[in-house]
């Protein structure tokens, strides 16, 4: 049965991607988001090597979101090759840039997708209310991936209206996850799909241990108990959603 991985960063912790890839042989694809200039880079290279396996994008993620005018350019220069635009967005929670800053590079990159027509990835961590705002205003909605995606029920409802898609990540899979299943059972499957965030958020039995694409599979076995159906069938409507989000 085959996943796609939406989101992982498999540019980033310097083990062998060749050998995770060849343990993930459920998934059939996998989306490789960049962070900042480098890490794109490293990104578009992945793809290069494994071509149809790995996709890349080319992103600013907010806790970098300060560097936005001297990586700006160069992120600029590899979007057109990428597959989306990010991971981008607004993280409130650690605040490691300033909110002006990413706000700043948040709409830079959106405005960047919009012109080129693709996808966005989206990190929303303690700021739901103003990325909702700038994606109502923006109209960036049916381009928009809100990755990792942790909102309840009440969120998760208001972001459907504007058209985003939503990508779980491990939390669906938490012990502690119980909000993020709430908000997952509003999810239409149609606009759901999964991604392990890897190197973070394991899911359970692995919590603790460095994630890897092969275990976007515990991700969709959580989802699909949320909804009800077989893990079969988790997997068809995700996938079938990442080729229409990422490849047409
Ligand atoms: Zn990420």
Redesign the pocket.
């Known amino acids: 049965m085959g996943w796609v991985d939406t989101?992982c960063?498999l540019q980033l912790d310097g083990r062998d991607p060749a050998q995770l890839l060849a343990r993930a042989e459920d998934v059939d694809w996998m989306v490789a988001?960049g962070?900042d200039l480098e890490s794109s880079k490293a990104a578009r290279d992945l793809a290069l090597r494994f071509p149809g396996r790995v996709l890349a994008t080319s992103g600013l993620?907010p806790h970098d979101a300060e560097l936005w005018p001297e990586q700006g350019e160069g992120i600029v220069g590899l979007a057109s090759e990428a597959s989306a635009i990010g991971?981008t967005g607004l993280d409130f929670y650690r605040n490691l840039a300033s909110r002006e800053d990413q706000i700043s590079a948040f709409r830079q990159q959106i405005a960047l997708a919009a012109e080129l027509g693709k996808p966005i990835?989206v990190?929303c961590r303690d700021a739901f209310a103003e990325i909702f705002e700038i994606i109502e205003e923006t109209g960036i909605g049916p381009r928009s991936v809100l990755?990792?995606w942790t909102g309840g029920p009440r969120w998760t409802k208001r972001f459907l209206t504007l058209g985003v898609m939503f990508s779980f990540a491990g939390p669906v899979a938490f012990l502690t996850g119980d909000t993020v299943r709430l908000g997952a059972a509003e999810v239409p499957p149609e606009r759901a799909m999964v991604e392990t965030?890897t190197p973070?958020l394991a899911p359970p039995p692995h919590r603790g241990e460095p994630n890897e694409p092969a275990w976007v599979a515990l991700v969709g076995a959580a989802l699909a108990g949320v909804w009800g159906m077989s893990v079969d069938e988790a997997a068809a409507v995700t996938s079938a959603n990442a080729t229409r989000v990422f490849r047409t």
Do not use: K, L
């Open positions: 989101h960063h988001p962070v993620h991971e990835i990190h990755h990792c965030d973070y």
